[in-house]
C-alpha cells in the first residue's frame, strides 16, 4: 500500500487526505490545528513513513511553504520526494528544486484543480519535474485524479516549475471567464426585466455555447442566495496566480486585456471608495461645473 505524509488540511488539503483514503491510500497528515492533525510535529510525521518517502505540501505560497520545506529538510534523507501542491510561483519551484538537490531530495511541483469538490469528482492535476519520480508517485496521482484512463485530469507538463505555470495560467483564464458572467450577470439583473437568474443559468447549461462547470456553479449561487445575491459582499481577493499571469504576458509581450482588466476589477472590489473615481469627480467638476456628490 502506498503511504504518504500530507501537510496543510485545510479546504483543499483535508479533502485530498480523504479521497486518498477513499482509493486505498495510507496518509499521515500534519495541520498546525491538532483537531485535524495525525501527528504533533512534522518530525513525527516523517518518523511514520516508509522510506522512500514521499510527502505533499499544500500550504498557501509564499513563506508558509518556505517554512515547511525548510523543516522537512531537517528530517528527510536522500532519495526522499516532496510534491509541492499549492499554488506557488513556478520561479519558486525551480529555486526550491534546486536547494533539495543538493540534499538528495526529489522535488514535484503540482497544479491542482478542482476545488471544494474535488473530493467527490477528482481533481485536474498538471504536474512538472523529472519522468522518474512523476513514475513513483503516479498512485498518489490516480487516486487523486478523476476515474477514467490515466489520461484524464492529468498531465506531465513538463520539467520542474511546468505544473505550477500552467496552472498559474489556468487561473489566469478563470478570471477573465469569471468576470465575464459577472459583467453579464449584471446587466441582466439591472434589465427592466423580471428575470430568474438561476433559471436562465440553467437554460444556458444546456446545450449553449457559455455552459461551463463555472456557470453550473452561478446556478448554485442564483438557487441559495437569489438573484440579487443579497447574503453576499461584492469583495473579492486574489491568490497570486492572475497577477503572476499578467506579468509573464507583460514580459512575453502577450497582449492580455481581458485578463489584466479582471485582475483590476478584483482590486476595484476591495475599495469602499475609490480614490480614482473621486479624482474624476473633482476633475469634472473643475472643468465643467459638473456637481458633486458629498461624503
Known amino acids: 500500500m502506498t503511504h504518504i505524509g500530507?501537510?496543510?488540511?485545510?479546504?483543499?488539503?483535508?479533502?485530498?487526505?480523504?479521497?486518498?483514503r477513499n482509493k486505498g491510500v495510507e496518509v499521515t497528515g500534519y495541520a498546525r490545528s491538532r483537531d485535524v492533525s495525525d501527528v504533533d510535529s512534522i518530525?513525527?510525521?516523517?518518523?511514520?513513513?516508509?522510506?522512500?518517502?514521499?510527502?505533499?505540501?499544500?500550504?498557501?505560497?509564499?513563506?508558509?511553504?518556505?517554512?515547511?520545506?525548510?523543516e522537512l529538510v531537517k528530517h528527510l534523507d536522500k532519495g526522499d520526494l516532496i510534491i509541492e501542491g499549492g499554488n506557488s510561483r513556478f520561479s519558486e519551484d525551480i529555486r526550491h528544486a534546486s536547494e533539495l538537490a543538493s540534499h538528495g531530495i526529489a522535488y514535484l511541483d503540482c497544479g491542482v484543480s478542482g476545488g471544494v469538490w474535488g473530493l467527490e469528482n477528482g481533481y485536474g492535476l498538471m504536474v512538472g519535474g523529472d519522468k522518474a519520480n512523476v513514475d513513483r508517485a503516479m498512485p498518489i496521482f490516480d487516486a487523486l485524479r478523476p476515474e477514467g484512463n490515466r489520461e484524464e485530469g492529468f498531465v506531465h507538463v513538463g520539467d520542474v516549475g511546468a505544473g505550477h505555470y500552467a496552472k498559474m495560467v489556468h487561473n489566469g483564464?478563470?478570471?477573465?471567464?469569471?468576470?465575464?458572467?459577472?459583467?453579464?450577470?449584471?446587466?441582466?439583473?439591472?434589465?427592466?426585466?423580471?428575470?430568474?437568474l438561476a433559471k436562465v443559468s440553467d437554460l444556458w447549461m444546456q446545450g449553449s455555447v457559455v455552459r461551463s462547470w463555472l456557470l453550473e456553479l452561478a446556478a448554485r449561487a442564483f438557487r441559495a442566495e437569489g438573484s440579487e445575491l443579497k447574503g453576499i459582499k461584492g469583495w473579492v481577493a486574489d491568490s497570486g496566480e492572475g497577477r503572476w499571469t499578467v506579468?509573464?504576458?507583460?514580459?512575453?509581450?502577450?497582449?492580455?486585456?481581458?485578463?489584466?482588466?479582471?485582475?483590476l476589477t478584483r482590486f476595484r472590489s476591495r475599495q469602499d471608495d475609490s480614490y480614482s473615481a473621486k479624482v474624476l469627480a473633482a476633475l469634472r467638476n473643475q472643468f465643467g461645473g459638473h456637481s458633486v456628490k458629498s461624503e
Open 6 to 20: 500530507l501537510i496543510g488540511l485545510g479546504k483543499m488539503g483535508g479533502n485530498m487526505r480523504q479521497r486518498l
Open 43 to 70: 518530525a513525527d510525521l516523517v518518523a511514520a513513513l516508509p522510506t522512500p518517502r514521499t510527502v505533499w505540501v499544500m500550504v498557501p505560497h509564499g513563506q508558509p511553504t518556505d517554512d515547511v520545506i525548510n
Open 173 to 196: 483564464i478563470e478570471y477573465g471567464m469569471m468576470q465575464s458572467y459577472a459583467e453579464g450577470f449584471e446587466i441582466l439583473a439591472k434589465s427592466r426585466y423580471q428575470l430568474d
Open 247 to 263: 506579468q509573464e504576458a507583460i514580459d512575453l509581450d502577450v497582449p492580455a486585456p481581458l485578463i489584466t482588466l479582471s485582475l
